[in-house]
């Protein structure tokens, strides 16, 4: 167990529907970050937030949005979904932005 | 941008037989190196990491070596076991800036230990 905790842990919604995934970081750590596992993509960097504030940008579609609360916790909000947004979505997070990640469970999203 | 390439699976293995997954990496500075593993049905757990060239990462029998002049950081086990069966990642840390880092992954590798 990392540490870190993702909900929900399975998700199943429609085309076009909006989702939105939480993670909560282990204690005392700061840096958040999310990533997207697909079959066809295989791991891809998503987005990074620090202590609240959006640090850096990757692959991430302009229909995905995320943000990191005061009480770090941090949630992915997905938003006209497709049927290729079905993947493993992980939550990281590490104790600043240079040491190493710590995954959680994932959440799985499947869009019918 | 920076690249990790693994060798591709799926491996299978008998117990007690020696492990080998190789990671090569392609950057232009300076990364750490990292190897993740993930078990059936669950998320990606750190499994070792090393900071710098002749840096030997080792946790729970697997160790790696950071090999700057052959860009590699080969994962190995000298005697694998059932529960060792799972999908290993190897990845590096691609610099966004001088303080923020991503993890770029390898396509990972299925090991599949028979008893």
């Known amino acids: 167990d990392s540490g870190v905790t993702q909900t929900p842990k399975h998700l199943i919604t429609a085309t076009g529907q909006r989702v939105t995934l939480r993670c909560s970081p282990r204690s005392g750590d700061l840096s958040v970050y999310w990533y997207q596992q697909s079959l066809d993509q295989g791991l891809q960097f998503l987005i990074q937030y620090y202590n609240g504030e959006e640090r850096a940008k990757g692959n991430i579609l302009e229909r995905f949005s995320a943000q990191q609360f005061p009480d770090l916790h941090s949630e992915l909000n997905l938003s006209s979904l497709e049927l290729g947004d079905s993947a493993l979505y992980f939550c990281?997070?590490?104790?600043?932005?240079?040491?190493?990640?710590?995954f959680g469970p994932g959440t799985r999203l499947t869009v019918t | 941008g920076d690249s990790v390439t693994q060798m591709e699976g799926p491996v299978t293995l008998s117990e007690e037989a020696f492990l080998t997954i190789n990671c090569t990496y392609t950057a232009t500075g300076y990364p750490s190196l990292f190897w993740y593993v993930q078990y059936p049905g669950e998320g990606l757990q750190l499994l070792l990491k090393a900071t710098k060239a002749d840096d030997k990462g080792s946790n729970k029998g697997f160790e790696a070596t950071y090999r700057k002049e052959t860009t590699s950081f080969h994962l190995e086990k000298g005697s694998v076991q059932v529960s060792d069966s799972a999908v290993y990642f190897c990845?590096?840390?691609?610099?966004?800036?001088?303080?923020?880092?991503?993890?770029?992954f390898g396509a990972g590798t299925t090991v599949t230990v028979r008893a």
């Open positions: 990845a590096l840390s691609d610099w966004l800036s001088s303080n923020d880092y991503k993890l770029s």
């Open positions: 990281a997070s590490s104790v600043d932005r240079v040491t190493e990640q710590y």
